[in-house]
């Protein structure tokens, strides 16, 4: 009887009762995978007829010579220096580009990524903003033989090449050497905590204060999802504390740091001579506050030239069959003083 359907990567992961990165790693002998593990899947595959796309689609697979570009939103300007970066090397390289956004949807991102596998791109640079449970549409991509590289949130489920800004060096050494001044009352106004970034940035504020042996006070970092929190969480926090009793505010991003520095005129403290204050990411409107915005300086354009040669490397090995070792970039970040503190 003829087979339906060619035998997918999901069919043997549902067989063996693994999930779908391990038998896609297994496959791709991953060290990380033991090699018990590495033979069943392998002996599956052979009796399923499992073939890897890569190697039946390679043949017939013509170049597009166009990369896809998958942004959350476009509310940043971090995104738009990204992309400057990704066009020059792109287009140094013939490369066209397809720019596509996923909105704050799980299921937006999966058709973003569907859809740009279906114009038959040769990579995808993609910025996540979702943890998934179940990776497989990932995988399903890559397993096409299209290149996933992945950018400032790094995605353990996955096997690729990441470029991300070095969030937790930055955030340390410098709290570190606001500490050194003399601010040791500090707080930390953190984002999301599905968003490996404010994990980072949190963890790295964190670690400053345990170098300088300074007691971490929980009540110190506040949470909040959106920057439209940000002054609400203020509120809340200065009902129990007094002005007095803060040196400095660092904020997971600079738009926290906008919304903070509106509350802080609201309520008449003066900044840095009162409390001073910290950003991250180093957007153009921090040079426009009064006063202007210290931040941590994430190196936008920089990340998505990186990205973009690393994305162009794998797909030079892949069209030559040559084997690849992928890569995690980290960008380093470094502090800019202005008036804020």
Known sequence: MKKSRKTTIKDLAKALEMNVSTVSRALNDHPKINIKTKERVRQLAKQM????????????????????????????????????????????????????????????????????????????????????????????????????????????????????SDDFTGMFETVCDFIDQGKKKIIHIQGSNSVSTSFNRTLGYQEALRE?????????????????????ALRRFFSK????EIDLITCFNDYFAFQALEYLKENNIKVPKDIS??????????????????????????????????LLDEIAHNKKGESYTYDTTRVKTFYLRREST
């Not at 929980?218 to 609400?232: A, G, Q, R």
């Open 212 to 232: 300088k042996g300074i007691e971490e006070n929980p009540y110190f970092i506040i949470h909040c999802d959106h920057e439209s929190e940000v002054k609400s």
């Open 277 to 310: 204050l910290l950003g991250f990411a180093n957007e153009p409107l921090s040079i426009y506050t009064s006063p202007k915005l210290s931040t941590i300086n994430q190196p936008a354009e920089e990340m998505g030239e990186k990205a973009s040669e690393l």
């Open 49 to 164: 007829d499992y073939i890897p796309n890569p190697l039946a689609q390679g043949l017939q697979r013509q170049s597009t010579r166009t990369i896809g570009v998958i942004f959350p939103t476009f509310d940043t300007n971090f995104f738009f220096r990204v992309l400057k970066g990704v066009e020059k090397v792109m287009h140094e390289n013939n490369y066209q580009i397809i720019i596509s956004t996923a909105g704050n949807s799980k299921e937006q991102e999966k058709e973003a990524c569907k859809s740009l596998s279906a114009y038959h791109v040769d990579g995808i640079i993609i910025f996540l903003s979702y943890q998934h449970e179940d990776p497989s549409f990932l995988i399903d991509i890559q397993d096409e033989g299209i290149p996933l590289l992945f950018m400032d949130r790094i995605y353990e489920e996955i096997d690729a090449n990441y470029v991300v």
């Open 241 to 244: 504390y007094t002005f007095e």
